[in-house]
C-alpha cells in the first residue's frame, strides 16, 4: 500500500513539474513568463497573439481571399524579409492555383526621423501584368511602404491589386494607405515574432509578441529607425 502511495505521489509531482515547465516555455500557448534569449538579458518579449490565433485567422483569411476571386489565379507577392512566414502560410490555406514572388525594399532616414522615402533592393522575377495580385505584408505601420509599393505595382497593370497584411497599427499611419484583407489590429507596440525582428533578431518565434528592452516597452517608433540603430551598433562594433 505504501509502494502504491509513493507511485502516485511521484507521477503527480512529475505531471506538476511538467505543467510549470511547459507554461514556462518561451513560446508556449499560456505563456506567463515573457521570453528572453541567452545573451539579450535586457530584451525580452511578451506574448500578444498566439500561434493558434494566428493560425485560425490566416485560414480565415485565405478563405475570404478564394471567396472574393473564385476560380481565378492568385498571385501573392510577399514583401522581405518580415512576411516570409504569412506569405507561406497564406497560400497554403488557400485553395484553387496559386504562384508568388518576393521583392524587397530597404527605407531612407536617421535614427530617429523617418524620411518616408523607399527604395526597390530587389524587384520581381515576372510580370504582373493581367494577373490577380495580392501583396503580402507582415505589417502595415506608417504605411509608407505601401504606397511606394502599390504605385509601382499600379503602374504594371494588373487586373486586380489587393492588400493583405497580418497586423495593422492604424495609430502610426502617415498615409491614406488601407489593407483590405487584415489579420489583427494592434496597438502601437513594438511587435517582434512571426517574420518581424528587432535587429533581425526574433523572428523565427511562433507567436507574436511585445518587446521589451530594459524596463520600458518599445513603443512609438518606427521599425526602421531600429533596424537603423541596430545597423550602426553592428557596423561600430
Ligand atoms: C517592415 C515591415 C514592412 C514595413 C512597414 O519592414 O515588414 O515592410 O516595415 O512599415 P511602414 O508601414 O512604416 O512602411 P522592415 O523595413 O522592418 O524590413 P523587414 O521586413 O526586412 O523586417
Redesign the pocket.
Known amino acids: 500500500m505504501n509502494k502504491l502511495w509513493l507511485r502516485l505521489a511521484l507521477r503527480m509531482a512529475r505531471a506538476i513539474v511538467s505543467i510549470q515547465f511547459h507554461s514556462m516555455s518561451p513560446s508556449g500557448k499560456n505563456n506567463p513568463v515573457p521570453l528572453r534569449v541567452a545573451g539579450r538579458e535586457d530584451e525580452s518579449v511578451r506574448v500578444l497573439i498566439s500561434r493558434e490565433r494566428i493560425r485560425k485567422r490566416i485560414k480565415e483569411l485565405a478563405r475570404k481571399i478564394r471567396a472574393d476571386f473564385q476560380g481565378e489565379p492568385l498571385h501573392l507577392v510577399g514583401?522581405?524579409?518580415?512576411?516570409v512566414f504569412f506569405l507561406a502560410d497564406l497560400a497554403r490555406q488557400m485553395p484553387g492555383e496559386v504562384s508568388f514572388d518576393f521583392i524587397a525594399v530597404s527605407?531612407y532616414g536617421d535614427e530617429t526621423h523617418s524620411s518616408g522615402q523607399v527604395r526597390l533592393t530587389r524587384d520581381l522575377d515576372s510580370s504582373i501584368e493581367g494577373k490577380t495580385v495580392i501583396v503580402v505584408?507582415?505589417?502595415?505601420?506608417?504605411?509608407?511602404?505601401?504606397q511606394y509599393l502599390l504605385s509601382i505595382f499600379q503602374q504594371r497593370k494588373p487586373k486586380h491589386l489587393r492588400v493583405a497584411a497580418l497586423l495593422d497599427k492604424p495609430e502610426r499611419r502617415l498615409t491614406a494607405v488601407q489593407a483590405d484583407y487584415v489579420g489583427f489590429r494592434i496597438p502601437n507596440e513594438f511587435v517582434v515574432g512571426y517574420g518581424l525582428?528587432y535587429a533581425e533578431r526574433y523572428r523565427n518565434l511562433l507567436d507574436v509578441g511585445v518587446l521589451t528592452i530594459g524596463k520600458a516597452r518599445k513603443k512609438k517608433s518606427?521599425?526602421?529607425k531600429h533596424?537603423k540603430a541596430a545597423n550602426d551598433d553592428r557596423a561600430s562594433s
Open positions: 514583401v522581405l524579409k518580415g512576411a527605407s505584408e507582415d505589417i502595415l505601420d506608417t504605411g509608407m511602404t505601401m525582428d518606427a521599425r526602421r533596424k
